[in-house]
């Protein structure tokens, strides 16, 4: 008689689950490399470079004692092994995943300039569609803050995130233009600050009838026909009352990432909130 055919699942099982020095934050990698095929697409998914994700899942197979991959030049493909592994994790994931979110109400904060905040709030409940167990703080700043030390959540910025821990999805280009109640001439209505598009009119926006401290306060100007404020294209052309009295100004145009910590950005409530926030501004940049 021949040998019993070998049990992956429950080899792997013994191996796997009583070894310590596996963790879920290294079964997360492997979901990500076995559901990429390959380490560029994973490493792009979880912020991770190639090169880490590469030793973490040789360390995996150290760990486990089997060969989890067949590697080629064209990816990673998974052995009969890490098929079993494939399926052990993905149920492991369903089970842990109900266990975090029973009972539990997330607090996901997300920061951006005056503009793409004043929009969020425009398109919050579909941003927390059938989220019952999540809140949305906003925070409306010109500045940067520290997503590593969690001073926020979720950053929509203007650049590529160059801190290590982070992951970024570009979204779209922010375009900026003039609007004023009709084409006639009318002087600027100037905000104060260090964002471009303040520098960009303290050079090029000539005397100045009204100046505000708060950007926000540029579009009210507007809006009651007393100037023209430099707004960004999403927001001038959905107000009913205005018109667009210059072309996009090129040197204030820039790309816009949603960036998070990749750490955070596997627990559901906030991956559900970037997938939604996501869809909802490219459709924007795209119309």
């Known amino acids: 008689m021949g040998a019993a055919p070998i049990d992956w699942n429950e080899t792997l099982c013994n191996s796997l689950f009583m070894n310590e020095r596996m963790n879920w934050d290294d079964l997360q990698l492997f979901l990500a490399v076995a559901r990429a095929g390959g380490l560029s697409v994973a490493a792009r998914e979880t912020g991770k470079s190639a090169p880490?994700?590469?030793?973490?899942?040789?360390?995996?197979?150290?760990?486990?004692?089997?060969?989890l991959f067949v590697r080629h030049a064209r990816g990673y493909q998974l052995t009969e092994q890490g098929e079993?592994?494939?399926?052990?994790?993905?149920?492991?994931?369903?089970?842990?995943?109900?266990?975090?979110?029973?009972?539990?109400?997330?607090?996901?904060?997300?920061?951006?300039?005056?503009?793409?905040?004043?929009?969020?709030c425009a398109h919050i409940e579909a941003i927390l569609c059938d989220s019952p167990n999540t809140t949305l703080r906003f925070i409306s700043t010109?500045?940067?803050?520290?997503?590593?030390?969690r001073e926020t959540v979720i950053?929509?910025?203007?650049?590529?995130?160059?801190?290590?821990?982070?992951?970024?999805?570009?979204l779209?280009?922010?375009?900026?233009?003039?609007?004023?109640?009709?084409?006639?001439?009318?002087?600027?209505?100037?905000?104060?600050?260090?964002?471009?598009s303040a520098l960009w009119l303290a050079e090029h926006g000539g005397t100045a009838q009204a100046e505000v401290t708060a950007p926000r306060n540029a579009l009210d100007l507007a809006l009651s026909g007393a100037a023209r404020a430099l707004l960004p294209t999403f927001v001038g052309d959905a107000q009913d009352t205005l018109t667009r009295v210059t072309e996009p100004i090129e040197e204030l145009t820039h790309d816009q990432w949603l960036v998070t910590h990749h750490d955070d950005r596997h627990?559901?409530?906030?991956?559900?909130?970037?997938?939604?926030?996501?869809?909802?501004?490219?459709?924007?940049?795209?119309g």
Do not use: C
């Not at 950053?155 to 570009?170: D, M, V, Y």
């Open 52 to 67: 880490t994700l590469g030793r973490r899942m040789i360390a995996l197979e150290a760990a486990t004692g089997s060969e």
């Open 84 to 120: 079993a592994l494939l399926k052990r994790v993905r149920a492991l994931e369903a089970d842990i995943a109900p266990l975090h979110q029973k009972d539990r109400h997330r607090l996901v904060k997300v920061s951006a300039g005056t503009w793409m905040t004043y929009w969020l």
């Open 142 to 149: 010109e500045d940067i803050l520290d997503i590593g030390h």
């Open 267 to 286: 627990i559901p409530e906030v991956r559900r909130v970037i997938d939604r926030m996501a869809f909802l501004i490219r459709k924007l940049h795209r």
């Open 155 to 170: 950053g929509l910025r203007n650049h590529r995130p160059e801190q290590a821990g982070l992951a970024g999805q570009r």
């Open 172 to 196: 779209g280009a922010v375009q900026f233009a003039g609007y004023a109640r009709d084409s006639a001439a009318r002087p600027w209505a100037r905000a104060i600050g260090r964002t471009p």
